[in-house]
């Protein structure tokens, strides 16, 4: 079936560093891509999100790239703030019926 | 703020007991999803709505239920709870759209004893 594999966490950045975070995902079809992130004591929360191939989902200076040739979509940040430490979650959908996530990555940011 | 509200937001039981979890979701939104985290299993799909009906189910156990009602809120039904149970238990509603967003409400923690 249709799932989604991020990379494993604990990651510890410091301020101003740049954040890479894995995803790729399995699915048949055209799904849309999203990544979640949850703050602490918080829910989750939408990211950004890509509905096709080669689309481009950008939101408070994170980015990620649909790419359908390597199946993955990549959360990035060029300059990651204290702020940024959450827990991001890789998701996939087809048909809003069944949101798969993956098993989250926790990022903590030191100043 | 999502917009989905969840309640109650603690609750500590004892293995055995029947609990209910309730969320109201986004006014105008008709789907509403049911997700449980834990730490060693991270967030797993239960069960969602959609205008009253059952739309798809999960890993959903058979001690469990839910349901949503005509004004849309949905609860979740746990019984039978075992040690196992306690977990985060997130609510998300959405409208239906195939590129649709889940919103998120602040979960419901609940402690087995």
């Known amino acids: 079936g249709d799932s989604v594999t991020q990379m494993e966490g604990p990651v510890t950045l410091s301020e101003e560093a740049f954040l890479t975070i894995n995803c790729t995902y399995t699915a048949t079809g055209y799904p849309s891509l999203f990544w979640y992130v949850q703050y602490p004591g918080e829910g989750l929360q939408l990211l950004l999100k890509a509905t096709k191939a080669d689309d481009k989902g950008s939101n408070k200076g994170f980015e990620a790239t649909y790419r359908k040739e390597t199946t993955s979509f990549h959360l990035e940040k060029g300059s990651v703030q204290v702020s940024d430490s959450a827990v991001y979650f890789c998701?996939?959908?087809?048909?809003?019926?069944?949101?798969?996530f993956g098993a989250g990555t926790r990022l903590t940011v030191k100043p | 703020d999502s917009g989905v509200t969840q309640t109650p937001k603690h609750l500590i039981t004892a293995t055995g007991q029947r609990v209910t979890l309730r969320c109201s979701p986004r006014s105008g939104d008709l789907s509403v999803y049911w997700y449980q985290q834990s730490l060693d299993q991270g967030l797993q799909f239960l069960i969602q709505?959609?205008?009253?009906?059952?739309?798809a189910k999960g890993n959903i156990l058979e001690r469990f239920s839910a349901q949503q009602f005509p004004d849309l809120h949905s609860e979740l039904n746990l019984s039978s709870l075992e040690l196992g149970d306690s977990a985060l238990y997130f609510c998300?509603?959405?409208?239906?759209?195939?590129?649709?967003?889940?919103?998120f409400g602040e979960g419901s923690r609940l402690t087995v004893l």
């Open positions: 709505y959609y205008n009253g009906e059952e739309r």
């Open positions: 998701a996939l959908s087809k048909n809003n019926n069944d949101m798969r």
């Open positions: 998300a509603s959405s409208v239906q759209t195939y590129t649709g967003e889940l919103f």
